[in-house]
């Protein structure tokens, strides 16, 4: 009884060379193999990285100039520029607000001369930029050092926050002398790390 399957390899047999391999991957006779070939597919895989995520809506694959887009916001520079900018504006805020509530103003019944509102506003600004100036350098060398460490460990947990509080505390106080340093070191690791974990488990 003649059948159109491929019979099962014999031992016995010489092994087929390039040539008689050539005539049908599934079948022997070449309609039947186009048609095999057709519905099963070849066995050439494009991208062997792709893996799709089973969610409820429909999934799209980002494209190379989304993908770059993302890559550049989550890059460690973009991520120092912003913690710079909202830095100074956290700081800025905080300046204007204490010098708002405490203006150095001088007695009106001493003989001092009074100050003008011109004067207030000059050290409210002053104030105001120099708060600014100051959070704005620790917003960006926490933001520096954190990337660096999270991309190096490769890990992201707390520690990462710790170790840059305190590397941060550290080259901040250093200005101040040797033991300024470690202790602003210690401070602001442990403030990093208090932050972080209310951050993470609240």
């Known amino acids: ?33 186009e048609i095999a070939k057709h519905f099963i597919g070849n066995n050439t895989r494009f991208r062997e990285n792709i893996i799709i995520p089973r969610t409820y809506g429909a999934v799209q694959i980002k494209t190379n100039e989304e993908k770059m887009v993302e ?10 520029l912003m913690s710079c900018v909202l830095g100074y504006g956290l700081g800025a805020a905080i300046g204007l607000f ?3 509530v405490n203006p ?6 001493a003989a001092e001369k009074q100050q003008t509102a011109r004067e207030i506003f000059r050290e409210m600004r002053q104030a105001t930029h120099s708060y ?20 190096k460990r490769g890990v992201s947990d707390w520690k990462n926050g710790t170790y840059a509080g305190g590397v941060t505390g550290g080259l901040i106080g250093l200005r101040a002398g040797v033991k300024a340093g470690v202790v602003g070191a210690a401070g602001f690791a442990a403030f990093s790390t208090v932050i972080d974990y209310y951050m993470r488990h609240r």
């Open 1 to 33: 009884m003649s059948t159109m399957l491929p019979k099962p390899p014999n031992p016995d047999e010489k092994p087929k060379t390039d040539a008689s391999k050539a005539a049908g991957v599934f079948f022997p006779i070449a309609d039947l193999d």
């Open 104 to 109: 150095n103003i001088s007695d009106p019944l």
């Open 98 to 100: 204490s010098s708002s």
């Open 71 to 80: 890559a550049a916001f989550e890059s460690c520079a973009f991520k120092s």
């Open 132 to 151: 600014g100036k100051n959070f704005a350098v620790i917003g960006a060398v926490f933001a520096a050092v954190e990337c660096v460490i999270e991309s």
